[in-house]
Every structure is written in structure tokens, then in C-alpha cells.
């Protein structure tokens, strides 16, 4: 019972601290006190660390010895080689596989579009973000390269922690986002297989993206103020 109480307590440290990150409550670079968090949550120290260690593995927070857990704190030039980095993979990975492209591909994408446009009517960021992903990945799924899938699947979820911290996607209607109708744009160009203007397009969609991180625009609170 005891080792069950402990474990439940630990997803609750862990979902209250991913929250406080990925909702824009606590900054970037702050650090996170084990004893704080344990008092506030009226807890010991053994499911905070724990929950630490679990979100050090989801790449939101970095432990460093003998100094403590902090927020991450990507520098811009961390933000601009993620998504140089990401451009790169995607486009190989469309180059590849673009010719095996088959209807049946072609309506799973329509399908997942569909699902993303739900998702921003909505304003369900975590389901826009799912989608957008799995969008995203189709190309490297398709060529079945495991090290293009992993690779192109860490960066990507590595840009989404960004997005989630950085992305206006907060700040305005998400009904006026345009990116959904880029994607739907992709899907007739990835019909025709037309690899030369979805290189062009792919990589101007990505920039996109980069370009509506709003970076240090946040008001950001406390560990006292949030729990």
C-alpha cells in the first residue's frame, strides 16, 4: 500500500511540475527545490525526485550534479539548430520515401489534418501538437529507416517542448493559424509526388513554425505562487 501511496504521489509531483512548465508558469532556467515542492504538496522528497528524474527523461527539465534541477533554458541558438536539424531530416526522409507514396497513405494523412483542424477549434493544444507530430513523422515512418525514425522523432518531440514554452499558440485564436491548411496543401503535393516543390514548400512551412516562437514574452510566476 505504502509503495502504491508513494508511486500515485509521484504522478502527481510529475503532472503538477510538467504543467507548471509546459503552461507557461515557471520560467525557463528555474530551479525546481525538492524540499519546496515537497512541502507544498505536503509530500516527502523521494516522489519529488522521482518525478524529477522522470521529466530530466522527457527532456523539460536537466539535472545537473551538485546543483539541483532547473527548468531548461534553450539558448536561441539551441531553438535554431533544433529546427535546421529537423528541416534537414524531414526532407531527406520525404526524398526517400515520396515514391511510395499510396492512396491509402494519402487518406491517413487526410485523416490525421482532420484531426489536427479539431483539435485547434477546440484550442487542445496537447491533441494539436499529437497530430502536427504524427504529420510530421509520416515520411520517416514510411521509408522504415530506424535511425531516421528515431532521430527525426527525438527532434521533433524536442521542438514541441519549445513550442509548447514559446509558441503563440497561446496568444492568439487558434482558428487563424494557417498551418493546418499548409498541411492540406502538402497532402496534394505529396499526391502528386511532386518531391521538388515539396522540398521548397516543407522547408518554408518549417520556418514558419520557428518564426512564431515568441521567445521571453511570458510572465512567469514562482514555486511559492504556483503551488
Same mark, same amino acid.
Given at each position: 500500500?505504502?509503495?502504491?501511496?508513494?508511486?500515485?504521489?509521484?504522478?502527481?509531483?510529475?503532472?503538477?511540475?510538467?504543467?507548471?512548465?509546459?503552461?507557461?508558469?515557471?520560467?525557463?532556467?528555474?530551479?525546481?527545490?525538492?524540499?519546496?515542492?515537497?512541502?507544498?504538496?505536503?509530500?516527502?522528497?523521494?516522489?519529488?525526485?522521482?518525478?524529477?528524474?522522470?521529466?530530466?527523461?522527457?527532456?523539460?527539465?536537466?539535472?545537473?550534479?551538485?546543483?539541483?534541477?532547473?527548468?531548461?533554458?534553450?539558448?536561441?541558438?539551441?531553438?535554431?539548430?533544433?529546427?535546421?536539424?529537423?528541416?534537414?531530416?524531414?526532407?531527406?526522409?520525404?526524398?526517400?520515401?515520396?515514391?511510395?507514396?499510396?492512396?491509402?497513405?494519402?487518406?491517413?494523412?487526410?485523416?490525421?489534418?482532420?484531426?489536427?483542424?479539431?483539435?485547434?477549434?477546440?484550442?487542445?493544444?496537447?491533441?494539436?501538437?499529437?497530430?502536427?507530430?504524427?504529420?510530421?513523422?509520416?515520411?520517416?515512418?514510411?521509408?522504415?529507416?530506424?535511425?531516421?525514425?528515431?532521430?527525426?522523432?527525438?527532434?521533433?518531440?524536442?521542438?514541441?517542448?519549445?513550442? #509548447?514554452? $514559446?509558441?503563440?499558440?497561446?496568444?492568439? !485564436? =487558434?482558428?487563424?493559424?494557417?498551418? /493546418?491548411?499548409?498541411?492540406?496543401?502538402? &497532402?496534394?503535393?505529396?499526391?502528386?509526388?511532386?518531391?521538388?516543390?515539396?522540398?521548397?514548400?516543407? #522547408?518554408? $512551412?518549417?520556418?514558419?513554425?520557428?518564426? !512564431? =516562437?515568441?521567445?521571453?514574452?511570458? /510572465?512567469?510566476?514562482?514555486?511559492?505562487? &504556483?503551488?
Amino acid at each position: 500500500m505504502t509503495e502504491n501511496k508513494t508511486k500515485s504521489m509521484e504522478e502527481i509531483v510529475y503532472k503538477a511540475l510538467k504543467d507548471a512548465v509546459l503552461q507557461r508558469f515557471l520560467a525557463p532556467g528555474t530551479q525546481l527545490v525538492e524540499l519546496t515542492i515537497s512541502e507544498k504538496l505536503h509530500t516527502s522528497r523521494t516522489p519529488v525526485r522521482n518525478a524529477m528524474k522522470k521529466l530530466a527523461a522527457d527532456g523539460i527539465i536537466n539535472i545537473i550534479p551538485n546543483k539541483g534541477a532547473f527548468v531548461i533554458s534553450p539558448s536561441l541558438d539551441d531553438i535554431l539548430q533544433a529546427y535546421e536539424i529537423r528541416t534537414e531530416l524531414e526532407c531527406v526522409a520525404m526524398r526517400l520515401s515520396i515514391n511510395y507514396v499510396n492512396e491509402t497513405d494519402i487518406a491517413k494523412l487526410t485523416a490525421i489534418v482532420n484531426e489536427e483542424y479539431e483539435a485547434i477549434k477546440k484550442g487542445d493544444i496537447t491533441k494539436h501538437l499529437s497530430a502536427n507530430k504524427q504529420f510530421h513523422m509520416f515520411f520517416s515512418r514510411k521509408y522504415n529507416n530506424k535511425f531516421l525514425k528515431k532521430y527525426t522523432e527525438e527532434i521533433i518531440d524536442k521542438i514541441n517542448i519549445y513550442i #509548447r514554452m $514559446h509558441d503563440k499558440l497561446y496568444n492568439v !485564436d =487558434l482558428n487563424e493559424i494557417s498551418r /493546418n491548411m499548409e498541411h492540406k496543401e502538402m &497532402i496534394e503535393l505529396i499526391s502528386k509526388k511532386d518531391a521538388a516543390s515539396l522540398d521548397l514548400f516543407l #522547408r518554408k $512551412h518549417i520556418a514558419t513554425s520557428l518564426n !512564431d =516562437l515568441q521567445l521571453n514574452q511570458t /510572465n512567469y510566476k514562482s514555486l511559492d505562487e &504556483i503551488f
